[in-house]
């Protein structure tokens, strides 16, 4: 691979039409400034903040959400693709300061973009979408149309092993309706490495983490082909991918734990006992790590804590909790962030070649650290009655939606005078995406039923926490 094809200007509408994008306006923004700009004033953006991170429908405004999640990663892959591009264009791996800041426009972008396509009620609810699909499948007459076709195993595979990262990538290039049906127009620099995973579904093995989960449906195939044509990267990861990924990692490996001291779930003298079993543990796995990284956050934190004002820390243990746990949260960031940068420099080569299918959080000296922070948060803060009582509720909430919106895009979008029940429920999906799936319908690449249940799965995913819980109280009377 070589940065001058990664960082292409040419955007998707362009790609697949051979049109030219609109003249530069006269401003001073570069084509990769302007994906920035449109992720930032984007309706799915806007979503986030009422999508669950950890903590489903909380009242607490201080607890985060995808929205916060979303912009703490894009300033985290920021901040270490300005590192890294200052390293690339000192070593004239690139040429000019435009290139080194693209790598960092794009970084941000994609740290902002990153979990568009999750569906409400977090990772519950795109494994519950994916249940949903399984359950369908033991019916052999669900999937029968797929049964002639060459590709009839993808075609399944797709709901079967539905993710939101692969919604993620449908989303920016076609769901989000401006003035065409290219969703937000991205360059192929930013739509490339907004490609977290790179298998289709039947590619997806456990060998090879970037293959280790779907990263687009079939619907997209082509234009990510053609993507990887123009970036030069083929089928291999964008190096700016693994940047991102590593500032998703780090954020919220240690902002849920810290969410969870904010909550009441854990108190900062249990939780500071577990990490410090964890990392012993940890480090039996990753040698490499820096064995002095945890107890250094800790003794930082303390000392940070030492010159606070006395009588704030003095109105209770919670005060305390939540700012050893603040103080905590930033020293893990600065260390992590800085030893995933020199993990990335350390694999450039192999990285650049497309021999490199690891983690770099994984390989680098913080690997204990966020590994620890990882284990005790799936031990005591996704785990809490809190959370596990909402993640149910959501479970019945999208399968009861999907059930109805199934009759609706199987149905009703058949019924063209709209007399039946089918057809109002049809009418209740957003236009947008009807407009989407019309379009795809009258194309005949892929079965109308393939269609009718992306525009199911598209109207479903689109949904925010408050949006499914009200849809469904009014629909069922519940």
Request: some cysteine; aromatic content about 8%.
């Amino acid at each position: 691979m070589e940065w001058k094809r990664l960082l292409s200007e040419k955007r998707i509408r362009e790609l697949l039409t051979g049109e030219p994008s609109n003249p530069k306006r006269p401003d001073e923004r570069t084509e990769h400034g302007r994906d920035y700009d449109r992720s930032i004033f984007s309706t799915p953006l806007r979503r986030l903040q009422d999508k669950t991170q950890v903590f489903p429908l909380d009242p607490n405004d201080s607890v985060r959400t995808r929205l916060t999640h979303s912009l703490e990663v894009s300033n985290i892959a920021r901040n270490m693709a300005r590192s890294i591009g200052d390293w690339l264009l000192a070593t004239g791996e690139i040429t000019g300061e435009q290139q080194r800041d693209s790598i960092e426009t794009i970084a941000a972008t994609c740290g902002l973009i990153h979990d568009l396509g999750n569906p409400p009620f977090g990772h519950a609810g795109e494994e519950t979408i994916k249940e949903w699909f399984r359950e369908k499948n033991k019916d052999k007459r669900f999937f029968a149309f797929c049964k002639e076709l060459d590709i009839s195993e993808q075609v399944k595979n797709d709901f079967l092993e539905f993710d939101g990262n692969a919604q993620t990538i449908r989303l920016i290039s076609k769901l989000q309706i401006l003035a065409d049906l290219h969703g937000l127009n991205f360059t192929c620099a930013t739509m490339s490495a907004a490609c977290k995973y790179i298998a289709s579904s039947i590619e997806i093995t456990g060998d090879l983490h970037e293959k280790s989960k779907l990263g687009y449906f079939t619907s997209e195939q082509k234009l990510i082909e053609k993507i990887r044509e123009e970036t030069g990267t083929k089928d291999m990861r964008n190096p700016i991918s693994y940047i991102v990924e590593a500032a998703d990692d780090i954020a919220f490996s240690v902002v849920d734990i810290e969410d969870g001291i904010k909550k009441g779930v854990i108190g900062w003298d249990v939780l500071k006992n577990e990490l410090r079993e964890d990392f012993d543990e940890a480090m039996k796995t990753y040698s490499m790590s820096n064995k002095n990284m945890l107890q250094n956050c800790f003794s930082k934190a303390t000392e940070i804590l030492s010159k606070a004002d006395p009588s704030i820390l003095e109105q209770g243990r919670r005060p305390h909790d939540n700012a050893m746990a603040q103080a905590f949260r930033v020293l893990v960031i600065i260390e992590a962030a800085k030893t995933v940068e020199k993990a990335f420099r350390d694999r450039y080569a192999d990285i650049i070649s497309g021999n490199y299918h690891g983690e770099l959080y994984k390989d680098s000296e913080a690997a204990s650290l966020i590994k620890t922070c990882k284990r005790v948060g799936q031990q005591h803060i996704y785990c809490s009655k809190e959370t596990l009582k909402l993640e149910l509720m959501g479970r019945r909430i999208i399968h009861d939606l999907m059930d109805l919106f199934w009759e609706g895009a199987s149905e009703g979008s058949k019924d063209k005078d709209g007399k039946d029940f089918s057809h109002k429920i049809y009418d209740l999906t957003s236009r947008n995406y009807r407009v989407v799936y019309k379009k795809a319908v009258e194309e005949k690449e892929l079965p109308a039923e393939y269609c009718q249940m992306q525009l199911m799965t598209d109207y479903v995913c689109g949904m925010t926490d408050s949006f499914a819980c009200t849809l469904h109280k009014c629909l069922t009377n519940g």
